[in-house]
């Protein structure tokens, strides 16, 4: 059974920093696809950020260049880094794997 557990959110302020963790139990991290998604208020589920078996990355335009998606096989995590914090990030971010969802970690910008 895949379980993913979420951790990190909180409330910061714009321009601010978090750093959100999943830890992930039967499977392997290194030898999966991850990914992070976020759901606003109002708004569909949207991927924010994915890590392929390979290593490689991608990001939804909104957030390249400020998130960074990584792994460590030695923890079988994976993590987001949030920098430079805007309000529209403002959501409950989820990770998911193809058999799993976490059960979503709360992140408020406040301006």
């Known amino acids: 059974q895949v379980q993913l557990v979420e951790s990190g959110g909180g409330l910061v302020q714009v321009g601010g920093s978090l750093r959100l963790s999943c830890a992930a139990s039967?499977?392997?991290?290194?030898?999966?696809?991850m990914g992070w998604y976020r759901q606003g208020p109002g708004t569909q589920r949207e991927l924010v950020a994915r890590i392929f078996r390979s290593g490689a990355t991608d990001y939804a335009a909104s957030v390249k260049d400020r998130f960074t998606i990584s792994r460590n096989n030695a923890e079988n995590s994976v993590y987001l880094e949030m920098n430079s914090l805007k309000p529209e990030d403002t959501a409950v971010y989820y990770c998911?794997?193809?058999?799993?969802w976490g059960q979503g970690t709360q992140v408020t910008v406040s301006s």
């Open positions: 039967g499977i392997v991290v290194r030898f999966n696809d």
């Open positions: 998911n794997h193809a058999l799993a």
